[in-house]
Structure formats: C-alpha cells, structure tokens
C-alpha cells in the first residue's frame, strides 16, 4: 500500500499531494504556451506517472483528484491545444493515442480501476506476505510465479477491454463527419509520431505552430492564421488543403516522404540510393491495370541495394492521398488504402 501518514490522514496526506500536483501542472500549462510538444510528452511520459503510483495503491479516492482534474482541463489542455473542446473531446484526449486519443488520462475516472487492477496483480505476493514464512521452497515459488504471470495477463487483457469499450462509446457520439477521420486515427501507426519522444536530433520535436496545426488536422479543430480562401476560389478548409493542387500542398507533402525514405535507407546502410530512378524501357511487356506507365521515361521514387539482401535492388512508389476525399467517402479506410496500392 501507499505511504499514507497516519498523523494527517489519508485525505490530508492525498489532498496535500494532490495540490502539488496542481502547481506542477500550472507551471507546466504556462511552458506549454511556448513549447506545447516538450510539454505534452512530459506530462504522459513523466509528470502523470507521480499519481499513478498513488491511485493504485489507495482505494477510494477518485474525489480528491478533483483539483487536479480541473487543472488539467483548464489549464494544461487549453495550452496545449492553443483551444478550447468539449466535454466530449476529453473522453477522447483520454483514449490512448492507438485508439485515436491524447493519452491525457482522467485521474478521477481511472482511479477505482487502477487500483482494483493493482489489487489483482498483487495478489499473489499478498497473499506471500500474509503467511509470514521465512522459507519457499522452489514448487511454491514456481506456483507464485505462474500465478503472477496469469493476473499479468489477466490486468492486461481487462484494461485493454476497458479500452475498447471506452473507445466504442466515444465513437458512436463523434459527429458523423469525424467518424472516419477517428477510424483513420486508429489504424495501426497513425499515432507514432505522438507517442514518440520529441528528439530535436531526429527531428522528431515540433514548434508550437507545428504542434497546433498537427493536433487541429488530427481532430478538425481550428486552424489558425490560414486564409479564408484558397488560391482556387474555394473555401480553404482541411479537407479542401488536403486535395487542391493549387499551391503545391500535395506535391510537397509526397516529396516529403520520398526524400525522407531515401534518407531512411542510407542511414539503414542501403547503397546505391537514387531519387526518381529511370525505369528500363519495355520490350513488349504487357501489364493488368491501365494506370501503369508505359513510356521511355518512366520512373519510380525511391531505388536503393541491400536492404532485403545483398546487391538486390528494390524499386519504391509514393503515394499521397486524402482517405476523407468524397472519392473515397463509400469506401472503408482499408479499401482506399488497397485501392490506391493496385492503381500504383
């Protein structure tokens, strides 16, 4: 169990606590003005972390996180987001990002299952503790340890419903126009680069515009300081930057990722790495889909050697869509990806 100070009582030892934390979270929301990337991944990585110990080893305590719970909502949240969500949007900042959400969890929410998750994990070393012998011998050792190893699963198993029911519900209230948006976030890598230390070294940390617009296009929330209207006439909305080749958007965002590939395999120890490779002409050869090219200059985006095995060369094409296109709005996201891989 936790260290609980029999002087001040429980509430007093966990509302002094709590109240620490809220001053640390304060003074966090006021970098995060500046710096909201840094902030976020050291809230998740390392400030949430102090109270998770606590809510899993004190029973009944949820209402003594209420201080912190406003904090975070009032203060650590809007600066980070640079705006202001619904009562809604925090059921989906809760969600862990696989699931499409921030992984800012809600500690008055999850401080009951946190600690009946612990009390289950536990409880074979408990239950060590409470017969008080000196001595184990190896099958009960070995007993304990299997045991151990089946409430670990059994923890596991249980969170991870809990997760996909949360999610679920969180779901089947997101506007209808978001909805496949929240599929798309929940594909299996779509979250990395949330979850992922901001590494100003692997260019992995994001400026506070950066940070915003990434959060705003990954949840449609407002962007700031864009025009109204594109170079197009049209209304300049996400979906519409997305999709109109006015402006370059398109071309830049795939030449972003060719380059980055090509960067990839050189430092993976690739040879013979070239950008927009010439194809050999044919001779004759016939292919299935009509959107294959086939003239003299055709060309791939990314060829490299040895990444597979020795001296084999591998040819790569990019290609960047928009899932939320109203050409791809009857397909699921699964199918416009497979559909996408057969016209390349």
Not at 96 to 101: N, S
């Amino acid at each position: 169990s936790s260290g609980i100070n029999a002087e001040y009582g429980e509430q007093q030892f966990v509302s002094d606590l709590v109240q620490g934390w809220v001053t640390d979270v304060e003074n966090l929301s006021k970098i995060a003005e500046t710096e909201p990337h840094a902030c976020y991944s050291a809230f998740c990585v390392g400030l949430s972390k102090r109270w998770l110990f606590l809510l899993r080893t004190t029973p009944s305590i949820a209402h003594l996180f209420a201080p912190l719970e406003a904090a975070i909502n009032k203060s650590f949240l809007p600066a980070t987001l640079d705006t202001h969500f619904s009562p809604l949007d925090r059921e989906l900042f809760a969600l862990p990002a696989r699931d499409g959400g921030l992984g800012i969890l809600s500690p008055m929410t999850d401080a009951d299952a946190e600690y009946e998750r612990s009390r289950l994990a536990t409880a074979p070393l408990a239950q060590l503790i409470t017969e008080q012998n000196t001595t184990i011998d190896s099958a009960r050792g070995y007993a304990v340890f299997k045991e151990l190893k089946s409430a670990k699963n059994l923890v596991h198993s249980s969170k991870r419903q809990a997760q996909n029911s949360d999610r679920e519900s969180v779901a089947a209230q997101l506007p209808e126009t978001f909805q496949r948006q929240h599929e798309e976030l929940c594909q299996r890598g779509s979250s990395t680069w949330l979850t992922s230390l901001p590494l100003t070294e692997h260019g992995f940390s994001l400026n506070k515009q950066e940070f915003c617009d990434a959060l705003a296009m990954r949840y449609h929330l407002p962007m700031k300081g864009i025009p109204r209207h594109c170079a197009c006439g049209g209304i300049n909305d996400l979906e519409h930057c997305l999709t109109c080749n006015f402006g370059g958007y398109v071309y830049l965002r795939h030449n972003q990722i060719r380059d980055l590939t090509a960067n990839l395999l050189q430092q993976a120890g690739c040879k013979d790495v070239q950008i927009e490779p010439h194809l050999l002409p044919l001779t004759g050869e016939a292919f299935h889909y009509k959107s294959a090219i086939t003239t003299n200059d055709a060309r791939l985006d990314v060829s490299a050697r040895g990444l597979f095995s020795p001296m084999a060369k591998i040819f790569l094409d990019i290609r960047v869509f928009n899932s939320l296109a109203d050409t791809n709005s009857k397909r699921s996201v699964e199918e416009a990806f497979k559909n996408q891989e057969r016209e390349k």
